[in-house]
């Protein structure tokens, strides 16, 4: 028979969390950890501190690696939370399984402390523009949701020249978006004013549309013609980029893409969606300027002590030993700018990512960006090598609250392109 595990009161988890180096583990989902109330929260978001595990990856096989990977320590106390208590004692026990000698349960998270102004919460900024399957399903079942107060919305299925990805299967209701309408084939940047206007009328969207952007992540390969045919999640974090630069007021991702929706049991629909057309998108484009800079901006963010230019690529790429593009040929980095790191290649984001494609916990992200002297109080230009993975770090930063971010859109093909522009290669100093 397993040991029963200690159940710790409230306020034995909070005496040992001013004492004790104390490992707090959130077992709930990810939207729920970052703020969406699910199962009777008062308040919505997780204890300051906590580290995000959700249940559904119990499991997985590769279970002990995510836990090594967010540096939960044996040799450390562990307490585990969450709002159903079955999940909780679940994760508590792979813990004990896994050699955690101390490991402790809370079971009152929902009934007392998000009940208890007194207690500290802590929640992602712009959380509700990280949108669980559930919260779409009921949005597109019943026309209203949590969050949600408005009379208009559009799904969006994003995709880079891959329709038949939304073909053989999409949320019903989503209309495609082929990434190529939204930023030019030839510089790969967003597209001129005039042109957005146009696309997006033609989409049914105007500025006060709610706009929620999905993709399908079908495991890029650097080997095929168009690797980022298969990255649709990416895709969606770049129309998102876009849209919000646009002036779009409302703009949402489905958390997990297309993974979501289906790990969730819903159906996905074959049959094209209608699109209906507006006379006008409603508003001047673009509304925010400020969050794209191009080649001078970024030239002048490099001379400035209080500004990033910050890299979103691979460490081969950023140190020369690839150019993360079998189009782009030149290889290194821009001078001086900061390594952000995205994941394993050009079109993986695994520092970005969980292992069910949701997005990554913030404080995570939040945490390895100030280790490189990305934080808040600065401008941060995010870029890439044509503005995808850029977009996907700018969104994260603008779902913090982060007052001034920005896509430098030209990234390293614009960069690397001008002969005048100085390149560098290998370690850093």
């Known amino acids: 028979m397993p040991q029963t595990l200690s159940e710790l009161s409230t306020t034995q988890l909070k005496t040992r969390l001013e004492t004790e180096n104390l490992q707090l583990i959130d077992v709930r989902s990810a939207d729920a950890f970052n703020g969406w109330r699910s199962n009777g929260e008062i308040r919505g978001g997780h204890i300051p501190g906590a580290t995000s595990l959700p249940a559904k990856w119990s499991s997985y096989l590769d279970w002990l690696d995510i836990v090594r990977s967010k540096s939960i320590a044996p040799e450390k106390p562990v307490v585990v939370y969450g709002s159903d208590e079955r999940e909780t004692e679940v994760v508590a026990r792979l813990f004990e399984r896994a050699g955690y000698a101390n490991v402790d349960l809370y079971h009152q998270f929902v009934r007392e402390w998000t009940t208890d102004e007194g207690l500290p919460m802590a929640r992602l900024e712009r959380y509700r523009h990280l949108v669980s399957a559930r919260w779409l399903n009921t949005l597109l079942t019943t026309g209203n949701a949590d969050e949600y107060d408005n009379s208009r919305f559009a799904v969006c299925h994003a995709h880079y020249q891959n329709r038949r990805a939304y073909e053989e299967g999409h ?94 049991g819903f159906a996905v629909s074959t049959e094209d969606s209608p699109r209906q057309p507006v006379n006008d998108f409603g508003a001047a484009i673009p509304a925010h300027p400020e969050f794209a800079v191009d080649l001078p901006e970024a030239r002048a963010i490099l001379r400035s002590a209080d500004q990033n ?30 390594f952000g790191n995205c994941g394993s290649d050009a079109y993986h984001m695994e520092n970005y990512r969980n292992p069910d494609h949701t997005s990554r916990a913030y404080p995570e992200i939040e945490a390895f960006w100030r ?50 522009n100085p390149i560098e290669t290998g370690i850093p100093q």
């Open 309 to 338: 230019l910050v890299s979103v690529r691979s460490w081969r790429e950023f140190i020369g030993e690839a150019s993360g593009y079998n189009y782009i040929e030149k290889k290194g980095r821009i001078p001086g700018a900061v």
């Open 171 to 264: 949320i019903p209701g989503a209309v495609d978006v082929d990434t190529n309408s939204l930023e030019s084939t030839e510089t790969w940047n967003r597209r001129s004013p005039g042109e957005l206007k146009q696309v997006l009328e033609d989409l049914g969207i105007t500025h006060d549309t709610t706009v929620i952007l999905y993709g399908r992540f079908s495991f890029p390969d650097n080997a095929d013609p168009f690797p980022g045919s298969s990255a649709g999640q990416l895709a969606a974090f770049r129309c998102a980029f876009i849209l919000l630069y646009a002036g779009v007021q409302d703009v949402r991702i489905l958390n997990g893409g297309l993974q979501s929706w289906t790990d969730a």
């Open 371 to 420: 280790e490189v002297g990305v934080t808040p109080d600065k401008l941060n230009a995010f870029y890439c090598g044509t503005g995808w993975r850029a977009s996907e770090a700018f969104f994260s930063a603008w779902l913090m609250g982060w007052p001034r971010i920005a896509v430098y859109d030209g990234g390293w093909f614009e960069w690397s392109n001008d002969e005048t």
